[in-house]
T-cell receptor, first 113, second 117 residues
């Protein structure tokens, strides 16, 4: 089982739709969670951190469920510019405070006019 | 505050040559990470460095690959005797230190696209 698993998609949605992605992680000791987006042939860019209480940034809402070990990303009122790959990222604590980020393979979203 | 800088953006090498990829972290960041991304695949962690120290190189191939982050200057990822399978995008990310523990948020450079002919 992968440490971080995502549905690869692709998700094809019309403009204005609401779309949700889930991501599961296997390390119950993980403390930090993030969503990044990556456009084709570009670098990953931080979309938002995910906090225990859930957090919202405009049209984007992130949730964390520690009991079930998953995080989610909800995008409301999708725009064409939201088309990208969304990467779920979870930290893993190693010895000596070496915390490594474990990256999911990403979920592809295509928003259609 | 300039972001993470990588150069060159594109690098073409023939099989057997050496490739040197450079990364300058964001100002104030002392932690550097290198990742490789093959076409149509996810990010693969390679190595994590602090100034003058390799902290975690568990993702580095055992041969031909090395990385350094000297006291002065950029971090360097070096690939000796390149093969076609080394063709990929190589991303560098940096993070900063807080209260003795590196924060997790990583900021990425634009990447170097290596093509091996």
């Amino acid at each position: 089982r992968k440490e971080v698993e995502q549905d690869p998609g692709p998700f094809n949605v019309p403009e204005g739709a609401t779309v949700a992605f889930n991501c599961t992680y296997s390390n119950s000791a993980s403390q930090s969670f993030f969503w990044y987006r990556q456009d084709c042939r570009k670098e990953p860019k931080l979309l938002m951190s995910v906090y225990s209480s859930g957090n919202e940034d405009g049209r984007f809402t992130a949730q964390l469920n520690r009991a079930s070990q998953y995080i989610s990303l909800l995008i409301r009122d999708s725009k064409l510019s939201d088309s990208a790959t969304y990467l779920c990222v979870v930290n893993r604590e190693n010895a000596g405070n070496n915390r490594k980020l474990i990256w999911g393979l990403g979920t592809s979203l295509a928003v259609n006019p | 505050n300039a972001g993470v800088m990588q150069n060159p953006r594109h690098l073409v090498r023939r099989r057997g040559q050496e490739a040197r990829l450079r990364c300058s972290p964001m100002k104030g960041h002392s932690h550097v990470y290198w990742y490789r991304q093959l076409p149509e695949e996810g990010l693969k962690f390679m190595v994590y460095l602090q100034k003058e120290n390799i902290i975690d190189e568990s993702g580095m191939p055992k041969e031909r690959f090395s990385a350094e982050f000297p006291k002065e200057g950029p971090s360097i990822l070096r690939i000796q005797q390149v093969v076609r399978g080394d063709s990929a995008a190589y991303f560098c990310a940096s993070s900063h230190r807080r209260a003795g523990v590196p924060t997790d948020t990583q900021y990425f450079g634009p990447g170097t696209r290596l093509t091996v002919l």
